[in-house]
T-cell receptor
Framework: DAKTTQPPSMDCAEGRAANLPCNHSTISGNEYVYWYRQIHSQGPQYIIHGLKNNETNEMASLIITEDRKSSTLILPHATLRDTAVYYCIATSGGYQKVTFGTGTKLQVIP | NAGVTQTPKFQVLKTGQSMTLQCAQDMNHNSMYWYRQDPGMGLRLIYYSASEGTTDKGEVPNGYNVSRLNKREFSLRLESAAPSQTSVYFC??????????????FGPGTRLTVL
């Protein structure tokens, strides 16, 4: 599975859009990009995933570049409850070779 | 539909004691995983089971054993606990039959302290 790189931390003002980048320059054609988040010390929670098209659900939007080497998770109107660690991973199936890393710690500021 | 459940939520052991962490999922997933997460660190895979009847080592298997009891249940055993095993343990499952994508679902975690 492709290695992903994320900034260690970001701040976002409450009510503004939070844009979290992820680099996955070695991603292969059959690997999906998945985003998870971990609030405080709870179990990680699935947010969204995509292959090459942009995706949107009730939680977030995922923008994948045309060359698929990077992506951006967008939380359109960040709230204090969105303060969490966000993980970007790439996998074609199964998680036995996935490295979650330390993700991006998003702090939403009042 | 409870998702992934783990017991116990908290546990304190003395060095050398043994214990088993239990995990169950009700989503008919094929694969199950055990991770540990140390303070300020990412998740590290201990063992996984790609399907019922199979288990394999992950990144940090030393000091642990696992059993895939059936499709629903995957247990993690510490035979002789050491302080270095103080951590938060997460169980996860993925692989809904018939789906082309593979979302992983996590349990709430077990917070283990070894004195």
């Amino acid at each position: 599975d492709a290695k992903t790189t994320q900034p260690p931390s970001m701040d976002c003002a409450e009510g503004r859009a939070a844009n979290l980048p992820c680099n996955h320059s070695t991603i292969s054609g059959n690997e999906y990009v998945y985003w998870y988040r971990q609030i405080h010390s709870q179990g990680p929670q699935y947010i969204i995933h995509g292959l090459k098209n942009n995706e949107t659900n009730e939680m977030a939007s995922l923008i994948i570049t045309e060359d698929r080497k990077s992506s951006t998770l967008i939380l359109p109107h960040a709230t204090l409850r969105d303060t969490a660690v966000y993980y970007c991973i790439a996998t074609s199936g199964g998680y036995q070779k996935v490295t979650f890393g330390t993700g991006t710690k998003l702090q939403v500021i009042p | 539909n409870a998702g992934v459940t783990q017991t116990p939520k908290f546990q304190v052991l003395k060095t050398g004691q043994s214990m088993t962490l239990q995990c169950a999922q009700d989503m008919n997933h094929n694969s199950m995983y055990w991770y540990r997460q140390d303070p300020g660190m990412g998740l590290r895979l201990i063992y996984y089971s790609a399907s019922e009847g199979t288990t394999d080592k992950g990144e940090v298997p030393n000091g642990y054993n696992v059993s895939r009891l059936n499709k629903r249940e995957f247990s993690l055993r510490l035979e002789s606990a050491a302080p270095s095993q103080t951590s938060v343990y997460f169980c996860a499952s993925s692989g809904e039959p018939g789906r082309s994508t593979d979302t992983q679902y996590f349990g709430p975690g077990t917070r283990l302290t070894v004195l």
